[in-house]
């Protein structure tokens, strides 16, 4: 395998692209920047200085991922979608006096392994989704998405649990859900969603 870096994308030297990788028209990866092996990033999509993506994931185009954000392996950021680093912005200083670097302090946005935000859905660092959860398109991510999660809306809410394969799960009684789509089964207790047997590669 190669990597492969269209002739109008603008990626920084210093950057770590892995094995395997296509970085599309017109996208940009800053100084710093580590992306797994088997990664593909979509046309216009922006990836931060020091930002870091594990292996298996998809940027869509115009997919803006700003520092110092860290994407686990997996992981599917949707057209459009921005993952934000500032949690007071403002372009100047209370004098009037514009900002740079040293004026403010960047936060990130945490992504774990398997999950998936959808088209132009806003995740509001600091924040973390957690693994295979969900992030419905257009939604805004105000505050920490539990694993296997399904969360919509403005302020983003959890209203289902997913599976792996991103299907909503049914609820079978006594904390037990079944994907749909694989017949894989999932406990829920306190809050908190697991896979029954965490060995299984499927749902």
């Known amino acids: 395998m190669t990597v492969r870096i269209a002739a109008t994308a603008d990626v920084d030297e210093r950057a770590t692209i892995g094995d395997g990788t296509n970085v599309w028209h017109l996208a940009q990866i800053r100084e710093d920047a580590t992306l797994g092996?088997?990664?593909?990033?979509?046309?216009?999509?922006?990836?931060?200085?020091?930002?870091?993506?594990?292996?298996?994931?998809?940027?869509?185009?115009?997919?803006?991922?700003?520092?110092?954000?860290?994407?686990?392996?997996?992981?599917?950021?949707?057209?459009?979608?921005?993952?934000?680093?500032?949690?007071?912005?403002?372009?100047?200083?209370?004098?009037?006096?514009?900002?740079n670097g040293d004026d403010w302090h960047a936060v990130g946005v945490e992504i774990g392994d398997g999950a998936s935000i959808g088209a132009r859905a806003v995740c509001v660092a600091p924040v973390r989704v957690g693994r295979w959860a969900l992030v419905a398109a257009g939604a805004v991510v105000t505050k920490d998405v539990p694993d296997f999660a399904l969360v919509v809306g403005v302020p983003a809410r959890r209203v289902r649990w997913v599976g792996k394969a991103g299907f909503p799960l049914e609820e079978k009684g006594d904390g037990l859900f079944v994907c749909p789509r694989t017949g894989a089964e999932y406990v829920e207790s306190e809050g908190v969603l697991s896979e029954s047997d965490p060995g299984s590669t499927q749902g």
Do not use: H, M, W
């Not at 007071?88 to 004098?95: S, W």
């Open 37 to 99: 092996e088997n990664c593909n990033v979509g046309r216009g999509a922006y990836v931060g200085p020091g930002v870091r993506i594990g292996d298996n994931v998809k940027l869509q185009n115009y997919a803006l991922v700003y520092e110092p954000a860290v994407l686990g392996d997996g992981v599917f950021i949707g057209p459009a979608a921005v993952l934000s680093n500032d949690e007071y912005p403002r372009a100047v200083t209370p004098d009037g006096r514009l900002k």
